[in-house]
């Protein structure tokens, strides 16, 4: 992998857009900040070489994704990482970051997208390089707080990293699961042979019951033809018994017959009398309304509405009249009324002052006044006279129409009377006619039903005799019939049968099973060969699995080991490391020796730069186990403060070194506080200014 250029946008304390070449060979990484000279931490060298681990795998010293973006920028701000790299013959470009608060990461290989949507990308990535964040983070950056990890550590822990590293884990828990397939298939192995020995011993112990049942069923054909012998004879005893009960049924039935038919004649006779009775009954009904015979209704209904004209015609004049009488009494009383009045005035009359006009009345003017109210009563008299003649006048009109409304109201009630009369006798004929009828039909059905029983009675009566007299002569008067002996005999010879069907069931059934039995067996031999198989097979694999993990590290040691002499000993000729496992230890825990000039060398009393050296040579070692793993060559380095504290002398010595690791790493990064600027063929200055974002200058 080589690594192009890096682009960033509001990641971390880099705000602005900021974009840097990474150059090949050795390229130093400084870094400074406004107004605190001399100091580095902080400047945002580390964080621009970590947007690079973001950009392929969207992790780094962060909890949460919006620690990741500068805490300046607003949250709909686009931020985001680029890089660019060239891996096996590829371009390709990855950028990561966010737009409009929605996350996003897009994977160029050779300019053209490779995969749509976040994960489809970061899978690619990851099947790209071939191991995840850690992993990778392990193969190209070093720092010197780092440097000594793994040879300070304990041997134990040390042995267990080399697993991590070299991939043995697998191998490890193949043989783990390999032992636990085996302990198994083990167990499954005895307990099928249990089963086998289980069924087969069921087997020998069904097969004797069989021989002990066939033993016993040999004599149940000669009991099958003894109960069926039985059973005809007691058949043909139990028929006699049947006919005589049959015998005694058809001579309750003949003598059931003979009192049907005498109670069927009864009935006959009462039903007889009945249909006279009706008949008579009819005919008075039919005498008493044949005075009626010739009837007219209609002519008498026309005579009714013309009567009830006339009272209405009569009735009005009473009426009439009666007002006219009205009147003329009311005439009457006014006339005498006015005689009295005048009376009255007669007697009033006087000679002196009229009281009304207040003049003197003289005698000659009472005596006209007199001669007046006689004339007027007169009159009177005459006219009063009149009217009492009128009166008697009409009271006699009404005396007469009266009369004549009475006549016609006893007229029509008389003729109502004859008419609802008939009517009621003409609707007492017609029911007693549908009621004769009907009476009648079902009489006559009775009496021909009855007629029909008779019959079929005397018929079936007549068949009883036949059948009697059939019976009588199938029984012998000297038959003995012992059928509770017969029955006793028959029911003991068939429980006999009975048992011996049982038995017979439970032969089948045991010979069924034990065939059963066979086949169950005939399987689990045939499992239990493939299982001894399996068990050997396991056998030979587990073996296998315990010698591959231990050559496997073995030969990691030594890849390691030569790696890491390879990159020592291009520096320090004289310079060897031995790593090997120390078998006189259970947990044979891994150890490190050092040789100089073929001496051990305690790795504590080696100078400043030699220990630099000898950790850098460790960690190329498992950088090439590694990239040999992922099948992905990483061909650069990160390497953070690795000249720590070193003095001039233990400077140059690890420079180098680095000098001499470009054969190896064509591109190593080294993030320093060094201001020796020109030590560095290739330089990256960053600097951070006073509100705290930081830039390439």
Known sequence: MRLNTLEIKGFSSFKEHTKVNIPLGITGITGSIEGAEGRSNGAGKSTLLMSFLFSLYGTGTFDRMEEVWNDKLAPTDDAFVKSDFDLMGNNYVVERGRKKKASYLDVLENGKRVCEGNTESQEFLQNLIGMDSKMFLSSVFVAQKDLSAFIDTDPGIRKSYMDVVTDLGLWRSASKRSASIYRENKSSFDTMLEEVKTVDKTIIENETIIRSL????????????????????????????????????????????????????????????????????????????????????????????????????????VAESTKRAQVVTQNIAYNAAELKLLEKDRVSISEGTCDRCKQPVSKEHIEKLCAEVDEKKEYLITAGEALQKDKDAVQQEIDTFSAEVYYLQETIKNTKYTLDHYVDMQKRMEDAETAYTKLNNSLVLDLKNINTSLLSTQISITEYDTKITDLQQQISENVHIDVDVLNQELDALNRTLEDLTIKQGRLQKFEEDVVSQKNVLADKKKRLKKLQESLYYLEVLGEAFKDIPAELFKESVVDVENYANEIIRSIYHKFKIKIYEDETKKNRPLMIAFEVDGKYRNYKLLSGGQQSICALGLRMGFNRILSQRSRVSLNFLILDEIFGSLDKFNRDEVLRMLNGLTKFFPQILVITHTEEDSIFPNLIKVRMDSVGNSSII
């Not at 033993?215 to 005589?244: F, H, M, P, W």
């Not at 009706?278 to 209904?301: P, R």
């Open 214 to 317: 066939t033993t016993e069923l040999q004599n149940i054909e000669v009991i099958k033809d003894k109960r069926d012998k039985k059973a005809a004879e007691a058949g043909e005893v139990r028929n006699i018994k049947n006919v005589r009960a049959t015998l005694n049924e058809y001579e309750s039935l003949k003598k059931k017959g003979i009192q049907e038919i005498a109670n069927l004649t009864l009935k006959q006779e009462t039903t007889e009398i009945s249909l006279k009775e009706a008949a008579s009954s009819i005919a008075e009904l039919k005498e008493e309304f044949s005075s009626f015979e010739n009837f007219d209704s209609t002519k008498l209904q026309s005579d009714m509405g013309t009567l009830s004209k006339q009272l209405d015609v009569a009735s009005f004049q």
